[in-house]
Nanobody, 115 residues
Framework: QVQLVESGGGLVQPGGSLRLSCAAS????????MSWYRQTPGKERELVAR????????IYADSVKGRFTISRDNAKNTVLLEMNNLKLEDTAVYYC????????WGQGTQVTVSS
């Protein structure tokens, strides 16, 4: 069965950095587009970044362009989200998602940006 396990969240000060990791299993990882989403209480889940199967194409939400970088390692079945210059409004639960061939979600990892 498809499993997505996020890690790397935590508490960071504004301007700081975090790297989120998502370990995938249960499907042929290298064939599928992967995404990171985030959600805050009372709001819909929003797309943060997406990367195609071979990693050749990425898209980002306008709010994170220039600060976040999505990447993947198909040999390790892992997708990463490098987050720099974090802002208070980046506080959210971040979810990894298998985006093609049926959408699946991880359990999420909390990112809190606070001084």
């Amino acid at each position: 069965q498809v499993q997505l396990v996020e890690s790397g969240g935590g508490l960071v000060q504004p301007g700081g950095s975090l790297r989120l990791s998502c370990a995938a299993s249960g499907f042929t990882f290298a064939l599928h587009t992967m995404s990171w989403y985030r959600q805050t209480p009372g709001k819909e889940r929003e797309l943060v970044a997406r990367i195609t199967s071979a990693g050749g194409y990425t898209i980002y939400a306008d709010s994170v362009k220039g600060r976040f970088t999505i990447s993947r390692d198909n040999a390790k079945n892992t997708v990463l989200l490098e987050m720099n210059n974090l802002k208070l409004e980046d506080t959210a639960v971040y979810y990894c998602s298998k985006t093609t061939g049926g959408q699946y979600w991880g359990q999420g990892t909390q990112v809190t940006v606070s001084s």
